[in-house]
């Protein structure tokens, strides 16, 4: 999996990903994507994507595999 830059998912708020979660997929809508300050020690500039999803149903906190129409590559989400 290539590691995907703001560039790539910039133009990509309020649309809608697909999270994979036990055999099937959960739509989340990414609200939010921008820069994060640079770590001396990272080989690549630090994206935050901030994803909403109107279930009642608290997601655990761990990497999700998305897809997205629009972009061929997978995305991991840590929530």
Not at 74 to 79: G, K, L
């Amino acid at each position: 999996m290539e590691v995907l830059t703001l560039e790539h998912v910039a133009g990509s708020v309020n649309e809608t990903f697909a999270a994979a979660l036990n055999e099937g997929e959960v739509p989340f809508v990414l609200v939010e994507a921008r820069p994060l300050q640079h770590a001396r020690n990272s080989q690549r500039a630090l994206v935050s994507l901030l994803f909403r999803n109107g279930s009642a149903f608290l997601f655990p906190q761990q990497t999700y595999q998305m897809r997205h129409a629009r972009i061929s590559r997978a995305v991991a989400m840590r929530s």
